[in-house]
Antibody, heavy 131, light 108 residues
Framework: QVQLLESGPGLVRPSQTLSLTCIVS??????????WSWIRQPAGKGLEWIGR???????TYSPSLKSRVTISRDTSMNLFSLNLMSVTAADTAVYYC???????????????????????WGKGTTVTVSS | SYVLTQPPSVSVAPGETATITCGGN??????VHWYQQRPGQAPIVIMF???DRPSGIPERFSGSNSGNTATLTISRVEAGDEADYSC???????????FGGGTKLTVL
């Protein structure tokens, strides 16, 4: 059974880069028709999707964060990572990593990448941006 | 970008039926997923592709999606169902996943 575990500093200074990793256990980060995504949640607020790296090689980011975000995969370490540049207090949140999946019956559709959902989540890690 | 609207809160007595809505422009043409988040915990998926339940999710949970509203229905509500519930779709015009603001279910 696949498990995800977020790791990274709990405190980041303003204007610096927030870097988190998501360690994958129980399965290979490079196998299967999956995408590996990051989602965040400011205290008392709703979920915000940040972006994802898919095993097809495609990467997609939230338009509002696209200029500052990089998501990458490390197959040798079986993990994937989030880098968010030039952070401000507005980036303070709980950050979750997740594995997105799509039903095999849907993969044959031309727009199957619209049908991924977050099937497995990490426990989340709190990141505070403050000087 | 695409906006999903959920009521901030829903309250229901134990044993009754809870209905949580997720409104969006022509949401019936999209595939809706629902997540449950208990206090202090990570979300888990409880419904995908509008009506499909992952293994381990009770049959008391059901979903529907038509027109401008998707609905999560919880029958015979239990105290353990108290949580935040969020809907999610893929917005093809902005190429991103979009979440609703979440609905806090309170069991009276």
């Amino acid at each position: 059974q696949v498990q995800l575990l977020e790791s990274g500093p709990g405190l980041v200074r303003p204007s610096q880069t927030l870097s988190l990793t998501c360690i994958v256990s129980g399965d290979s980060v490079s196998s299967g028709n999956f995408c590996w995504s990051w989602i965040r949640q400011p205290a008392g607020k709703g979920l915000e999707w940040i972006g994802r790296f898919c095993n097809t090689g495609s990467t997609t980011y939230s338009p509002s964060l696209k200029s500052r975000v990089t998501i990458s995969r490390d197959t040798s370490m079986n993990l994937f990572s989030l880098n968010l540049m030039s952070v401000t207090a507005a980036d303070t949140a709980v950050y979750y990593c997740a594995r997105e999946r799509v039903d095999s019956a849907i993969v044959s559709r031309p727009s199957y990448f619209h049908y991924y959902y977050m099937a497995v989540w990490g426990k989340g890690t709190t990141v505070t941006v403050s000087s | 970008s695409y906006v999903l609207t959920q009521p901030p809160s829903v309250s229901v007595a134990p044993g009754e039926t809870a209905t949580i809505t997720c409104g969006g422009n022509n949401i019936g043409s999209k595939s809706v997923h629902w997540y449950q988040q208990r206090p202090g915990q990570a979300p888990i998926v409880i419904m995908f592709y509008d009506t499909d339940r992952p293994s381990g999710i009770p049959e008391r949970f059901s979903g529907s999606n038509s027109g401008n509203t998707a609905t999560l229905t919880i029958s015979r509500v239990e105290a353990g169902d108290e949580a935040d519930y969020s809907c999610q779709v893929w917005d093809s015009s902005s190429d991103q996943a979009v979440f609703g603001g979440g609905t806090k279910l309170t069991v009276l």
